[in-house]
Protein backbone atom coordinates (compact mmCIF):
# COMPACT_ATOMS: atom_id res chain seq x y z
CA UNK A 1 0.00 0.00 0.00
CA UNK A 2 2.93 2.53 0.76
CA UNK A 3 6.49 2.56 -0.03
CA UNK A 4 8.82 4.67 0.76
CA UNK A 5 12.03 6.02 -0.69
CA UNK A 6 14.37 8.43 1.07
CA UNK A 7 17.02 11.16 -0.34
CA UNK A 8 19.30 13.94 0.16
CA UNK A 9 21.74 12.07 2.94
CA UNK A 10 25.26 12.47 2.46
CA UNK A 11 28.36 13.84 4.43
CA UNK A 12 28.79 17.18 5.75
CA UNK A 13 31.26 18.96 8.32
CA UNK A 14 29.85 19.97 11.94
CA UNK A 15 27.24 23.14 11.44
CA UNK A 16 26.40 22.44 8.05
CA UNK A 17 22.87 21.66 6.68
CA UNK A 18 21.01 18.60 4.91
CA UNK A 19 17.64 18.01 3.88
CA UNK A 20 16.67 14.82 3.55
CA UNK A 21 13.23 14.10 1.39
CA UNK A 22 11.15 10.87 1.86
CA UNK A 23 8.95 10.29 -1.19
CA UNK A 24 6.04 8.14 -0.80
CA UNK A 25 3.95 5.74 -3.19
CA UNK A 26 0.13 5.17 -2.34
CA UNK A 27 -3.42 6.42 -2.50
CA UNK A 28 -3.98 6.75 1.66
CA UNK A 29 -0.53 9.11 2.05
CA UNK A 30 -1.87 11.85 2.98
CA UNK A 31 -4.03 9.90 6.14
CA UNK A 32 -0.95 8.69 7.28
CA UNK A 33 1.35 10.41 10.27
CA UNK A 34 4.45 10.27 9.06
CA UNK A 35 8.13 10.45 11.60
CA UNK A 36 11.48 10.15 10.78
CA UNK A 37 13.97 7.46 13.27
CA UNK A 38 17.58 7.23 13.01
CA UNK A 39 20.14 4.90 14.18
CA UNK A 40 23.99 5.36 14.57
CA UNK A 41 26.25 2.68 15.00
CA UNK A 42 26.17 0.44 18.18
CA UNK A 43 23.47 2.48 19.49
CA UNK A 44 19.63 1.80 19.27
CA UNK A 45 16.61 3.39 16.55
CA UNK A 46 15.36 6.47 18.16
CA UNK A 47 12.48 8.73 17.54
CA UNK A 48 13.65 12.32 15.62
CA UNK A 49 10.33 13.73 14.48
CA UNK A 50 6.54 13.50 13.99
CA UNK A 51 4.18 15.09 12.13
CA UNK A 52 0.32 14.42 11.72
CA UNK A 53 -1.73 13.77 8.85
CA UNK A 54 -2.48 17.60 7.72
CA UNK A 55 1.35 18.91 8.68
CA UNK A 56 -0.44 21.21 11.81
CA UNK A 57 0.92 18.82 14.87
CA UNK A 58 4.61 18.22 14.93
CA UNK A 59 7.03 16.99 17.85
CA UNK A 60 10.56 16.53 18.28
CA UNK A 61 13.10 14.85 20.25
CA UNK A 62 14.85 16.93 22.44
CA UNK A 63 18.24 16.39 21.25
CA UNK A 64 17.38 17.80 17.87
CA UNK A 65 14.84 20.57 18.72
CA UNK A 66 15.22 23.66 17.46
CA UNK A 67 17.89 22.14 14.88
CA UNK A 68 15.75 20.30 12.50
CA UNK A 69 12.28 20.66 11.16
CA UNK A 70 9.90 18.37 9.80
CA UNK A 71 7.21 19.22 6.80
CA UNK A 72 4.88 17.61 4.65
CA UNK A 73 3.74 18.33 1.20
CA UNK A 74 0.52 16.08 -0.01
CA UNK A 75 0.53 17.11 -3.11
CA UNK A 76 3.77 15.92 -3.72
CA UNK A 77 3.55 12.98 -1.47
CA UNK A 78 6.84 14.31 0.32
CA UNK A 79 7.72 14.46 3.92
CA UNK A 80 11.32 16.48 4.63
CA UNK A 81 13.95 16.46 7.27
CA UNK A 82 15.39 20.06 7.25
CA UNK A 83 18.44 19.60 9.14
CA UNK A 84 20.48 22.48 10.68
CA UNK A 85 23.12 23.29 12.75
CA UNK A 86 24.46 19.51 11.93
CA UNK A 87 27.11 17.94 15.24
CA UNK A 88 28.65 14.52 14.57
CA UNK A 89 26.11 13.43 17.36
CA UNK A 90 23.33 13.19 14.23
CA UNK A 91 25.60 10.94 12.22
CA UNK A 92 23.24 7.89 11.59
CA UNK A 93 21.19 6.19 9.22
CA UNK A 94 17.68 8.16 9.00
CA UNK A 95 14.82 5.99 8.66
CA UNK A 96 11.17 7.52 7.22
CA UNK A 97 8.03 5.54 8.41
CA UNK A 98 4.34 5.65 8.09
CA UNK A 99 1.73 4.70 10.21
CA UNK A 100 -1.86 4.53 10.36
CA UNK A 101 -4.01 5.72 12.99
CA UNK A 102 -2.35 8.71 15.78
CA UNK A 103 0.80 9.84 15.65
CA UNK A 104 3.20 8.62 18.13
CA UNK A 105 6.72 8.20 18.68
CA UNK A 106 7.73 4.58 19.08
CA UNK A 107 8.69 2.96 16.22
CA UNK A 108 7.03 0.20 17.06
CA UNK A 109 3.92 1.36 16.39
CA UNK A 110 4.98 2.17 12.76
CA UNK A 111 3.81 0.01 10.02
CA UNK A 112 5.59 1.65 6.50
CA UNK A 113 9.70 2.07 6.38
CA UNK A 114 11.88 3.27 4.17
CA UNK A 115 15.54 1.89 3.16
CA UNK A 116 17.48 4.54 5.03
CA UNK A 117 20.01 7.01 4.22
CA UNK A 118 23.34 7.79 5.81
CA UNK A 119 24.06 11.38 7.38
CA UNK A 120 27.62 11.30 7.94
CA UNK A 121 28.62 15.24 10.05
CA UNK A 122 32.34 14.83 10.28
CA UNK A 123 34.04 17.14 12.80
Known amino acids: QVQLVESGGGLVQAGGSLRLSCAAS????????MGWFRQAPGKEREFVAV????????DYAASVKGRFTISRDNAKNTVYLQMNSLKPEDTAVYYC????????????????WGQGTQVTVSS
Open 26 to 33: GRTFSSYP
Open 51 to 58: IGWSGVYT
Open 97 to 112: AAKRGAVSGYAREYDY
